[in-house]
């Protein structure tokens, strides 16, 4: 069974930092794009940062300069650093990766269970 275990939330103050992380486990075959979402109460899921390789990067406007990601292939593991944090990033964080599990088969969706990020003013 195809898991994906997050790791690295917490509370912290307005300026401060965390960093989070998210390992695949189980039996795969490769991984595509891995990614990481929020979603904040009241508020729909969104998009906070993606990544293929190591030079393709997306992130959200309200993060860009203050988040990180990147990969550890051979870890199956993906990281979100994340500093000068503000209120507004209070959220749920989720990781998703497209997961190939046999070399016939095609990328499926897979999702974290979610860790909380507060941050306090």
């Known amino acids: 069974q195809v898991q994906l275990v997050e790791s690295g939330g917490g509370l912290v103050q307005a300026g401060g930092s965390l960093r989070l992380s998210c390992t695949v486990s189980?039996?795969?075959?490769?991984?595509?794009?891995m990614a990481w979402y929020r979603q904040a109460p009241g508020k729909q899921r969104e998009l906070v940062a993606s990544v293929t390789s190591a030079v393709n990067k997306d992130y959200a406007d309200s993060v860009k300069g203050r988040f990180t990601i990147s990969r550890d292939n051979a870890k199956n593991t993906v990281y979100l650093q994340m500093n000068s944090l503000k209120p507004d990033d209070t959220a749920v964080y989720y990781c998703?990766?497209?997961?190939?599990?046999?070399?016939?088969?095609?990328?499926?969706?897979?999702w974290g269970q979610g860790t909380q990020v507060t941050v306090s003013s």
């Open positions: 189980g039996r795969i075959f490769s991984i595509n794009a």
């Open positions: 998703n990766a497209g997961i190939r599990r046999s070399p016939g088969s095609w990328y499926d969706d897979y």
